[in-house]
């Protein structure tokens, strides 16, 4: 009786500790993350008063590259990088990278490289969680479950979404698998977040969805069909990541140089196609849920302009491009099917999300939390199969395996993604190499 009690004080206690911390880390994140969104309105506000501010690019570029050289872990998309430190550094963020993240996205989206606003954010949350864990001398344990805590809070406000916030912070660390004693925090660190953050003025993007049609298998089989097609978008996204990160990793000159080149190269194509795929590209988003037609390729452009942006020396997030890339495919995708187009879209950015970064549970979350319940059973579905047809890779090369989706692949579990993909390219090449040692043997002999 006496050890049932004792266990049932030391939960309560443990339970209030963890809603005091996640209470203060959600206001403290909210607060910041409110600055820096207020922030970059107003820098992009003053460059698009001048009709050409995207030629900006590659001086904005240059400034990023040279700033992060301060704290190397704000290059990139933010988010990766703190996936990185959990696992790795039991959360550690220097101070430092809270700042010059921050500066650096603010310099690119301005000037109108093509990233998200959503990757900051999380840093700003882990790295403003790792130094409170600092100064409480928390333990390791502890420490991780507050940067956590960060990455979930700073979603949240980012997005207005603090349910999808608290699960994407707890799932997006593995790949099957969340850390549940994480959970209640992670929920109370979202909420307080995104209070805070709606409280101080910052305004979110809600778009329930007017037309979603009546349920038919038809429907149903053309929806799971647009999950496998928006998973094959996702390997699309993750390998034009992957294509460019190794192009500019060979090209050996000056890494700020290096940004500025990226910058004209990205002024030329803007010139040959469109400004649409510079900055966040909300209007186009939002176009695409309106029903509006978009240009079938627009997708592809968008993964272009993305992956320039963040393996040359941009800054940002990674998600709002997501949000672009799913949602004009998504209209794509309905167009082609004969169904509404505007309901493929809402359903593409939510899809596009689970496939790209293994997070099937907040993706279908964010679906109603963004567009209203009634397309939740179609969200779900699309997000559970292109999760499932990603296959073993990711836009998070740093995420963990707790299950693999294949039988096939067990042994790789506890791995991470790059590790995985790392092993997968030696098997290719050794591949590869016998088939055309055997050719040139065949040749020889005939």
Same mark, same amino acid.
């Not at 700003?124 to 502890?142: F, K, Y």
């Not at 692949?409 to 506890?414: A, E, L, N, T």
């Not at 790392?422 to 055997?438: C, D, H, N, Q, W």
């Given at each position: 009786m006496n050890r049932k009690v004792a266990e049932e004080i030391v939960l309560l206690i443990s339970i209030f500790k963890?809603?005091?911390? !996640?209470?203060?880390?959600? /206001?403290? $994140?909210g607060a910041s993350t409110?600055?820096?969104?207020?922030?970059?309105?107003?820098?992009?506000?003053s460059v698009d008063n001048y009709s050409y501010g995207f030629s900006l690019l590659p001086l904005a570029f240059f400034l990023s590259s040279l700033i992060t050289k301060l704290a190397p872990e704000a290059r990139g998309h933010g988010t990766e990088k703190v996936i990185e430190a959990v696992h790795r550094r039991a959360g550690r963020i220097k101070p430092m990278v809270v700042p010059i993240k921050i500066l650096t996205?603010?310099?690119?989206?301005?000037?109108?490289g093509s990233a998200?606003?959503? +990757?900051?954010? /999380?840093?700003?949350?882990?790295?403003?969680?790792?130094?409170?864990?600092?100064?409480?001398?928390?333990?390791?344990?502890?420490?991780?479950?507050?940067?956590i805590c960060g990455i979930s809070a700073g979603f949240a406000s980012v997005f207005g979404t603090p349910i999808a916030g608290a699960i994407f912070g707890i799932e997006v660390l593995f790949v099957g698998a969340m850390m549940y004693d994480v959970l209640l925090p992670s929920f109370i660190a979202g909420v307080v977040s995104y209070q805070v953050s709606s409280s101080l003025g910052v305004q979110y993007f809600y778009h329930p969805i007017a037309f979603v049609p009546d349920f038919s298998e038809l429907l149903f089989i053309k929806v799971f069909v647009s999950g496998i097609l928006f998973g094959l978008c996702s390997l699309f996204l993750i390998e034009a990541m992957l294509l460019f990160k190794h192009i500019s990793s060979n090209i050996k000159i000056w890494g700020p140089l290096k940004a500025a080149l990226a910058g004209v190269v990205l002024i030329l194509l803007t010139f040959g196609l469109s400004q649409d795929y510079l900055g966040l590209g909300l209007d186009t988003i939002e176009g695409a849920l309106e029903g509006e037609k978009v240009v079938w390729w627009g997708f592809a452009a968008k993964v272009l302009f993305t992956s320039i942006t963040l393996t040359f020396g941009g800054s940002g997030g990674i998600v709002t491009p997501i949000f672009f890339i799913g949602a004009t495919?998504?209209?794509?995708?309905?167009?082609?099917? +004969?169904?509404?187009? !505007?309901?493929?879209?809402?359903?593409?950015?939510?899809?596009?999300?689970?496939?790209?970064?293994?997070?099937? $549970?907040? /993706?279908?979350?964010? !679906?109603?939390?963004?567009?209203?319940?009634?397309? !939740?059973?179609?969200?779900?579905?699309?997000c559970v199969a292109s999760f499932l047809m990603t296959g073993h890779r990711s836009v998070y090369p740093s995420q963990v395996f707790a299950i693999m989706k294949s039988g096939s692949?067990?042994?790789?579990?506890?791995k991470e993604v790059e590790?995985?993909? /790392?092993?997968?390219?030696?098997?290719?090449?050794?591949?590869?190499?016998?088939?055309?040692?055997? $050719?040139?043997?065949?040749?020889?002999?005939?």
């Open positions: 963890w809603f005091v911390l !996640a209470t203060v880390v959600g /206001a403290v $994140i409110s600055f820096f969104l207020f922030l970059l309105d107003y820098a992009t506000k996205t603010v310099i690119t989206l301005a000037a109108g998200g606003k959503e +990757g900051p954010c /999380a840093q700003i949350g882990a790295g403003l969680s790792s130094t409170v864990s600092d100064w409480l001398h928390l333990t390791n344990v502890d420490r991780k479950k507050l940067v495919f998504g209209s794509l995708v309905g167009s082609i099917m +004969g169904v509404d187009p !505007a309901t493929f879209a809402a359903i593409g950015m939510v899809a596009l999300l689970s496939g790209a970064a293994n997070t099937p $549970i907040a /993706a279908s979350i964010l !679906a109603v939390e963004l567009f209203g319940s009634s397309i !939740a059973p179609y969200a779900a579905t699309a692949f067990r042994k790789h579990i506890g590790e995985m993909e /790392a092993e997968f390219k030696m098997r290719r090449g050794s591949l590869i190499s016998t088939v055309l040692s055997y $050719i040139k043997k065949r040749v020889k002999w005939l």
